[in-house]
């Protein structure tokens, strides 16, 4: 059988590359564009850069304390989520738990209902009943983090099971021989191996709670708020700010790329970890 031309595949995926980041680029244009420009017939070519859209954005000293905000929300919640996720897979990994793959599974199941469910619960709960005398869970930072545990645990445990499942318990046994506490075990062992799925696992729960809408608008007023609901700031009775609007959006694509550059040697590794068994 005849194989295809290594020039197919090369056309092929540069036009599904360009298709992919035409929306990022159309995004750029309509931000470095004044407003009476938006509302002409669109070019793709851009003759002239207006850089005021961003000036006007990051001079703003309420969108920055919400960039600010997502930063600590999201890294927080990242961070959280993976340590619990980690210990939690090496249990359900090494020890013989009754009714584990049940567990797993109800665990999971958190993910399927939509966000919008748990809106009034969740309301509820940091309004009326997480209250220290005047102090509420309500439009705090530590809310939003542990909000976001809710739906970023399970996604979490179900992404890092199968590098835990994939690292040998052999070398479990074999360090606890030699003397290692279980501890150390984890310590020394485990989580040099689980790396890769570490690092997945976090840049996948950052990106999910860094771009978080619904609940942020709803949990929030103004101390916790974060960069995506800065976007309504723009939504106005007089009119709509679409290059500033355009403007926030790539701003909040910078900490993403940042990241992802920074892990991104982990990333293959971690989603293709224990695929593979002989």
């Not at 689980?194 to 608008?217: C, D, H, K, Q, S």
Request: charged share 10%; with cysteine; glycine share 4%.
């Amino acid at each position: 059988m005849r194989q295809s031309s290594p020039i197919l595949y090369l056309v092929f995926w540069i036009l599904l590359s360009l298709l992919t980041l035409f929306p990022i680029y159309w995004l750029f244009v309509i931000s470095v564009k004044p407003a009476v420009d938006l509302f002409t017939t669109p070019s793709l070519i851009l003759d002239t850069v207006y850089w005021n859209n961003y000036v006007k954005v990051l001079s703003n000293e309420t969108i920055r304390r919400y960039m600010y905000n997502s930063l600590v929300i999201s890294t927080s919640n990242a961070a959280l989520v993976t340590v619990l996720a980690f210990m939690a897979c090496y249990a359900l990994s090494r020890f013989d738990l009754a009714g584990k793959e049940n567990i797993f599974f109800w665990t999971i199941t958190n993910r399927m209902a939509p966000a919008a469910v748990f809106l009034l619960p969740f309301f509820l709960l940091f309004t009326q009943v997480f209250t220290i005398g005047d102090w509420k869970l309500y439009d705090t930072k530590i809310g939003m983090v542990l909000l976001y545990c809710t739906f970023n645990l399970p996604f979490a445990i179900w992404t890092l099971r199968p590098t835990m499942d994939g690292i040998p318990k052999e070398l479990d046994e074999a360090a606890t021989v030699d003397g290692a506490t279980t501890w150390q075990v984890i310590h020394e062992v485990v989580f040099p191996l689980a790396r890769p799925g570490l690092a997945v696992t976090f840049i996948l729960t950052w990106v999910f709670a860094w771009n978080e809408f619904l609940l942020a608008a709803t949990l929030t007023s103004f101390n916790a708020r974060t960069i995506t609901t800065g976007l309504s700031e723009y939504v106005t009775t007089t009119g709509t700010e679409w290059g500033a609007m355009a403007s926030i959006a790539v701003i909040t694509l910078i900490p993403a790329l940042i990241i992802f550059s920074m892990v991104q040697r982990h990333i293959v590794a971690g989603l293709t970890f224990g695929a593979v068994k002989e």
